[in-house]
């Protein structure tokens, strides 16, 4: 059961939300997120995967209407900032630059509450715990950290650096070596890269992709639309020649010929 507990806390601990949402022209669309603690990371990622240039203007506004945010004709991005009110934060895109284009837009909003000391279980807890568990708690604790908040860091693009924060660490008992312990951080902490390289590799490739189906898509509706056009141009041709023809061997016009 307090195993259980203690995975509970590690969800509580970080929330996420991905969406992808489809901007009709001259459209304005919010999202909204609610911070309960200061001191609390927000993440925000967007990425314009079709529609008109790929770009998007985007605003995020904290409590008391406080600008943190905005840009113009961004394609995508990726920040990161330290909300210092609580209350209601809004994410918001806007597209009313755009006449008749619709925008694809993909993005994410993740919240990860503060690490307080309190978060910790008591020292009792930990003694109940075989070292095995206790390794698999501290390495999901870590990782939930380290996950999202090292990711974050590395990919923040144009917005606040993540601030070092206090992690978890292992209670110290009688006769643990301290080599240990620091051997296991640094594996967490490379797992914790690796799983970020993955995930902006996996960001990268998706929009790519996404950006390259539109362009072939676009290429395709064009080609089609001047073979039309083509077709088009030549039937009236065609017919043009033969009322030509017909028009100089009719009646008294056969001796013009």
């Known amino acids: 059961m307090r195993i259980l507990a203690a995975i509970a806390g590690l969800v509580a601990y970080a929330s996420a939300t991905a969406l992808t949402y489809r901007l009709e022209a001259h459209e304005r669309a919010c999202f909204f997120t609610d911070v309960k603690d200061k001191g609390t990371k927000v993440a925000f990622y967007f990425a314009v995967q079709s529609g008109g240039s790929f770009d998007i203007d985007y ?36 597209n009313e630059m755009s006449t008749f284009a619709e925008k694809t837009v993909d993005f994410e909003i993740a919240v990860r509450a503060p690490f307080h000391p309190t978060t910790i279980p008591e020292t009792s807890f930990f003694e109940a715990l075989s070292p095995p568990q206790l390794q698999r708690w ?7 950290y380290d996950r999202g908040l090292r990711e974050l860091e590395s990919n923040a693009v144009g917005g606040p650096q993540v601030e070092n924060e206090v992690r978890a660490q292992l209670p110290s008992k009688p006769g643990a070596h301290p080599e240990q312990t620091s051997v296991l951080e640094e594996s967490i902490l490379k797992l914790s890269a690796q799983l ?11 929009t790519r992709e996404n950006r390259n189906f539109s362009t072939v898509k676009s290429t395709e509706t064009r080609i089609f639309n001047f073979s039309m056009m083509e077709v088009g141009l030549m039937v009236t041709m065609a017919g043009l020649q033969v009322f030509i023809v017909r028009f100089f061997f009719q009646g008294a016009r056969k001796g013009y010929v």
């Open 59 to 94: 605003s995020v506004t904290g409590p008391n209407e406080k600008v943190i945010l905005d840009g113009t004709k961004e394609r995508q991005g990726d920040f990161v900032f330290t909300a210092n009110d609580e209350g209601e934060y809004r994410f918001c895109f806007n």
């Open 138 to 144: 501290i390495a999901g604790y870590n990782s939930q």
């Open 196 to 206: 970020s390289t993955v995930s902006r590799n996996q960001k990268y490739f998706r």
